[in-house]
């Protein structure tokens, strides 16, 4: 069937409130629009735990196999320690990056014009600014081995992690920046510590190579990620598409995330690799977390969520048209004055999470 | 005697013109405010190199070991590749790091009213940001082992580098954060990445154990990296003193650079041991680096290199009252609208490092 199948995953924190909206969007897509999908939803985290001992039931993890696409909420909620650890590890968000391969993590930086006066950035340095962190997903230190806490002979202990990328792994990510690059401004920029780590020395090694060979089309420079930590905010709109690995570009991407006005507007994909049919397994996900701290009061801004269906109308169900439509359904619906909490200057009407998604429906 | 001795290299790119200016205005120090200190110049870079066939020649050595403090400029300049890569290393900054086991990096960050116009960040979000970095210097992933590129099985090859702490590298840095914060505003951020990397959670655990058996008066936080990165840009001025491992405090500080207006201003310390006679050997550098593109060209800022020395008569000098009055003087010169080509607005005068070097002086 030419049917894609999309799994629902709220997760924890505001996990489930942000993903309710999204889920709504995707079906008035669906209804509305004839995008060809089929949407399950399934359950994780501590309301599963309970009753089953596992994060990840089996029902969940089903529904993941099966789809092209999975809408992801959030992990770890206020409950999380109801959740021993190993528990909690077997189903994490990091075992299923790795699970199915998701080594290309898409994280666009768009600054709108209409929360330039909540942003921390001035207007003039936001202006303009639209490019797209690819942080690499599946390797380097998060997955690096040897990994642990030893006692030393003198009794002290010790911790330690291994940062580490092998050639695959280096160019395959390179690959995904270069080809995103030509759709763009046709630039790239890779971010290394080439003058302290050999595995950036590699890393920066390769992404040359990979760029002589089949992308000089694509202009390419270089950044040392301390110095890129302060290019995004100096001067963010230098940036076209930014290719790292993935504790750099967890960091400067929430970093980054000021040069958009909000972490609450931000959406992300993590894609795995093309199968033999073509298909290509992918994540969306807000960039925010579970935030524990406003979970449960209705008032987490839903526009991550949102706009990662957007990505995978683009990415997944090849509705270039439908993902313009929905990211100028939420433009409209910002123009028009609609805030949730983390948006809204002192003193502006605050709308709940629900609002937000009747705003965006409404625009649409 | 009671003299101090200070060792001032200069170095590379920018290092030898902003320390100029800065060599001024602690020989100003020494001649009418009877600051005890003698001074001996050296060199390091390039014209030793070709001079000797090392970057750091015997007599820069010999200065560097008798020297209570070091003036440091900066490293890499244009001219680096004229030196082979074995050179380099074995003078490398990181080397002196080491050799001077210079663990406590401090980077205080503090926004400067008079340059609001010119920094990224709007002027109510810089307003009243006064933090400090506390960088380890001295291990993590700079210098963990095994590092190194190999080959593997299936001819690919792989880049890995180890991070790494242990529990008396943990504590004596954030024991440098305690008893600064104690100084200061009293409260402590420490940053690590804790819900990934087991040399996280050791670094966790050590802060919390340290700070309940020696300094439960201070108020601790923690928060993971990449959230840290952008509360660095959204609100800055929540932070007193920040503490953190040697890659993410390189990047962080580079990020909280923009927190201050400009990269050029920020002065930073890197404190060894107390030894048993009650001396610590301490290098005092800008943190900006040697900055090629514009070396030679006399428009470097030389400010950070200025307030470094600040630094110095608080920490090595002894000289509190003194430290006031140069960094009144630095505020009194922007005040006044001296200003350097990087923190000038569009179609102001732009100073000269040394008009900027009188600028202080005269304001003295
Ligand atoms: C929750 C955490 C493990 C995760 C990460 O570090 O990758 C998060 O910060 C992210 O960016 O998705
Ligand atoms: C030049 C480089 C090795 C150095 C570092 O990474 O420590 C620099 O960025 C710094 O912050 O002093």
Same mark, same amino acid.
Request: proline letters at 5%; hydrophobic letters at 45%; one cysteine or more.
């Given at each position: 069937?030419?049917?894609?199948?999309?799994?629902?995953?709220? !997760?924890?924190?505001?996990?489930?409130? *942000?993903?309710?909206?999204?889920? /709504?969007?995707?079906?008035?897509?669906?209804?509305?629009?004839?995008?060809? *999908?089929?949407?399950?939803? @399934?359950?994780?985290?501590?309301?599963?735990?309970?009753?089953?001992?596992?994060?990840?039931?089996?029902d969940?993890?089903?529904?993941?196999?099966?789809?092209?696409?999975?809408? &992801?909420?959030?992990?770890?909620?206020?409950?999380?320690?109801?959740?021993?650890p190993?528990?909690?590890k077997?189903?994490?968000?990091?075992?299923?990056?790795?699970?199915?391969?998701?080594?290309?993590?898409?994280?666009?930086?768009? @600054?709108?014009?209409?929360?330039?006066?909540?942003?921390?950035l001035?207007?003039?340095?936001?202006?303009?600014?639209?490019?797209?962190?690819?942080?690499?997903?599946?390797?380097? #230190?998060?997955?690096?081995?040897?990994?642990?806490?030893e006692?030393?002979?003198?009794?002290?202990?010790?911790?330690?992690n291994?940062?580490?990328?092998?050639?695959?792994?280096?160019? /395959?990510?390179?690959?995904?920046?270069?080809?995103?690059?030509?759709?763009?401004? !046709?630039?790239?920029? $890779? *971010?290394?510590?080439?003058n302290?780590?050999?595995?950036?020395?590699? &890393?920066?090694?390769?992404?040359?190579?990979?760029?002589?060979?089949?992308?000089?089309?694509?202009?390419?420079?270089?950044?040392?990620?301390?110095?890129? @930590?302060?290019?995004?905010? /100096?001067?963010?709109?230098?940036f076209?598409?930014?290719?790292?690995?993935?504790?750099?570009?967890?960091?400067?991407?929430?970093?980054?995330?000021?040069?958009?006005?909000?972490?609450?507007?931000?959406?992300?994909? $993590?894609?795995?690799?093309?199968?033999?049919? !073509?298909?290509?397994?992918?994540?969306?996900?807000?960039?925010?977390? $579970?935030?524990?701290? #406003?979970?449960?009061? !209705?008032?987490?801004?839903?526009?991550?969520?949102?706009? $990662?269906?957007?990505?995978?109308?683009?990415?997944?169900?090849?509705?270039?048209?439908? @993902?313009?439509?929905?990211?100028?359904?939420?433009?409209?619906?910002?123009?028009?004055?609609?805030?949730?909490?983390?948006?809204?200057?002192?003193?502006?009407? /605050?709308?709940?999470?629900?609002?937000?998604?009747?705003?965006?429906?409404?625009?649409?």
């Amino acid at each position: 069937s030419n049917m894609f199948k999309v799994a629902v995953v709220g !997760g924890e924190g505001i996990g489930p409130e *942000v993903t309710a909206q999204s889920h /709504r969007v995707l079906k008035w897509f669906a209804a509305n629009r004839g995008v060809p *999908v089929t949407m399950r939803e @399934a359950q994780y985290g501590i309301i599963p735990y309970l009753a089953t001992g596992k994060v990840l039931p089996e029902d969940t993890v089903e529904a993941m196999e099966e789809a092209d696409a999975i809408l &992801w909420g959030a992990t770890g909620g206020p409950e999380t320690k109801e959740v021993p650890p190993a528990a909690r590890k077997a189903g994490s968000l990091l075992s299923m990056r790795r699970k199915y391969d998701l080594y290309a993590n898409l994280r666009p930086i768009v @600054a709108s014009p209409a929360l330039a006066d909540s942003a921390p950035l001035k207007a003039e340095v936001l202006r303009g600014v639209d490019f797209v962190i690819i942080r690499e997903l599946t390797s380097g #230190i998060y997955f690096g081995e040897p990994r642990g806490i030893e006692t030393l002979a003198d009794g002290q202990r010790r911790g330690f992690n291994t940062e580490q990328y092998t050639t695959n792994q280096i160019r /395959r990510v390179a690959r995904a920046a270069f080809e995103l690059a030509r759709t763009r401004k !046709g630039k790239v920029c $890779s *971010v290394d510590k080439a003058n302290v780590l050999e595995t950036s020395v590699l &890393w920066r090694e390769e992404v040359i190579a990979l760029h002589k060979q089949e992308f000089s089309d694509v202009e390419l420079n270089h950044l040392y990620v301390d110095n890129a @930590a302060m290019q995004i905010v /100096r001067e963010p709109r230098q940036f076209d598409v930014m290719v790292t690995g993935n504790i750099f570009g967890d960091i400067l991407s929430d970093c980054a995330a000021m040069a958009s006005g909000s972490l609450g507007m931000l959406p992300s994909a $993590s894609l795995g690799p093309v199968d033999k049919f !073509g298909r290509r397994k992918a994540l969306y996900e807000p960039v925010h977390g $579970s935030a524990p701290d #406003i979970a449960g009061k !209705g008032i987490a801004n839903p526009l991550g969520s949102i706009l $990662s269906v957007a990505m995978m109308l683009r990415l997944t169900l090849d509705r270039p048209d439908d @993902a313009d439509l929905l990211e100028k359904a939420v433009d409209t619906a910002l123009a028009n004055g609609a805030r949730t909490a983390d948006i809204a200057e002192a003193g502006a009407t /605050r709308l709940s999470t629900e609002q937000m998604g009747d705003a965006v429906l409404s625009a649409l």
